[in-house]
Nanobody
């Protein structure tokens, strides 16, 4: 059974940083693409960042480029999202997801999802 478990969310002041983690189990982690998405209240789930199996290719949403960094540690079956210079508009539930076909910006391409972790940025 595939499981993705996010952690690291919380309350932070604008301009601060958080590091999200997502631990996977039940699969051969190193062969899959991974992504982070977020959903604010009343809004659709939006793409944030994605990374290919090796970590050599990454995609970012324009809204987070230069502030967020996605990375992975295949030996630990974990993907990370380092979030710096946080803004109030980054407030959302953040989800990690796994894509059997590789790297993608589109939620429809992802096969497994975590339960989400809340990030709240106070201004």
């Amino acid at each position: 059974q595939v499981q993705l478990v996010e952690s690291g969310g919380g309350l932070v002041q604008a301009g601060g940083s958080l590091r999200l983690s997502c631990a996977a189990s039940g699969l051969t982690f190193s062969t899959y693409g991974l992504g982070w998405f977020r959903q604010a209240p009343g809004k659709e789930r939006d793409f944030v960042a994605s990374i290919n199996w090796s970590g050599q290719t990454t995609y970012y949403a324009d809204s987070v480029k230069g502030r967020f960094t996605i990375s992975r540690a295949n030996a630990k079956n974990t993907v990370y999202l380092q979030m710096n210079s946080l803004k109030s508009e980054d407030t959302a539930v953040y989800y990690c997801a796994l894509n059997k076909e590789g790297i993608s910006r589109y939620a429809r391409n992802y096969d497994y999802w975590g339960q989400g972790t809340q990030v709240t940025v106070s201004s």
